[in-house]
């Protein structure tokens, strides 16, 4: 479902006889002027989604302080999405380029398996660091770093995201061509039993579930870190603001990326036929394929170790030096279990780090 491309599919299954970026089996392509566009949208998602990643993983490869446990799904978050650019993004690319598909059937199965597969670890990625965030500040534990559940995790999110990716390759459901027949993804518009049954609980389980999951953890993290400024008054509710941003701009970005896209691929599944446009089906692929641009850039701006790293791997003496010098050493709060703090019953939250999990994305 969320190989980050269109809504509408043009299912190799309608036709034998259907040759590949033949796009007439239910709606017209996009005019010429359309798959240029479409093709310097692609081909700067490309660029910049590879790069961005790519100093990402040069942050975590040249500086030892940033391989931490929690930013574990932080590496491996951008390792999806820079296999999504290199993978799915280029082909797309290419495709949009001669406007119409280049790799025939096999290579449109093997390209909707892929890019749906490093998509949903991405996801599932970012809403296990939802719930590491919320955990880490809401349960007390003075015990050191551990490697074992964080890698736990990577290793779960990628067998999670097999589990509803390979079954459209045995035969529950399948992956055709969608949108303006550049692209391939689970086939939308079968109208089958079986299919609609596959796209509902991938409907559920990659969009539904993980959503109210990142809404949950985020409320409570927001939650405790309100009864923690209420007693600092001053530096916690500056990093209260911080976190407030942070966590809104996470959610937001989650929302804007995926949520069209899966509002019109069920529109596309249970509507009626060619509801939806080339257009329309085109502008929620490209939202979320602009998750692998944004990811890092979020990492870097929001999250202080990231920042400064990235400053002085680039050399930005002054600004590294400056950022050093108004950086403070932080304290640490607790809040009791069942504790009341100013009239309100909270859970025992532990800073011991300073806030630094705050930071981390």
């Not at 039993?193 to 409320?219: D, K, N, Q, R, T």
């Not at 990811?295 to 950022?323: G, T, V």
Request: aromatic share 14%; glycine share 8%; net charge positive.
């Amino acid at each position: 479902m969320f190989s980050g491309q269109g809504a509408v599919n043009y299912s190799f299954n309608q036709s034998d006889d259907l040759e590949p970026g033949d796009a007439s089996a239910g709606a017209a392509k996009l005019s010429p002027a359309g798959f240029v566009v479409l093709s310097v949208v692609l081909g700067f998602i490309m660029t910049f989604g590879f790069l961005n990643n790519f100093i990402v993983l040069l942050l975590f490869c040249k500086y030892k302080k940033l391989r931490t446990p929690v930013n574990m799904l932080l590496l491996n978050i951008s390792v999806s999405d820079m296999l999504v650019c290199l993978f799915g993004t280029t082909l797309s690319f290419a495709s949009s380029i001669r406007g119409k598909w280049l790799l025939g059937r096999g290579g449109c199965s093997w390209y909707g398996f892929i890019n749906s597969c490093f998509g949903i670890v991405s996801l599932i990625s970012l809403v296990i660091l939802s719930y590491d965030r919320y955990s880490t500040l809401t349960v007390y534990n003075k015990r050191g770093p551990d490697y074992r559940k964080p890698l736990l995790a990577v290793g779960g999110s990628w067998l999670y995201s097999l589990f509803w990716t390979v079954p459209p390759l045995l035969g529950w459901s399948s992956y055709g061509l969608e949108g303006a027949g550049t692209s391939c993804s689970v086939s939308w518009t079968a109208k089958t039993a079986e299919s609609h049954a596959y796209i509902i609980s991938l409907f559920v389980f990659c969009l539904g579930l993980p959503i109210l999951v990142m809404i949950y953890c985020y409320s409570r993290l927001l939650w405790a870190v309100k009864q923690v400024g209420k007693i600092r008054k001053t530096a916690a509710r500056r990093r209260e603001y911080h976190i407030l941003f942070m966590v809104l701009t996470t959610a937001a970005c989650y929302l804007l990326c995926w949520m069209p896209y899966g509002v019109v691929a069920m529109m596309a599944t249970f509507g009626p036929p060619n509801i939806i446009s080339p257009v329309a089906s085109v502008v929620p692929s490209l939202l979320a394929k602009s998750s692998t641009v944004i990811n890092p850039i979020i990492y870097i701006l929001m999250n202080k170790q990231f920042y400064r790293c990235f400053l002085d791997l680039f050399h930005c003496a002054h600004w590294s030096s400056e950022n050093a010098k108004t950086s403070m050493p932080s304290k640490t709060t607790v809040i009791p279990l069942n504790r009341r703090v100013h009239s309100n019953t909270v859970a025992q939250i532990s800073t011991d780090i300073g806030f630094s999990q705050y930071e981390i994305l």
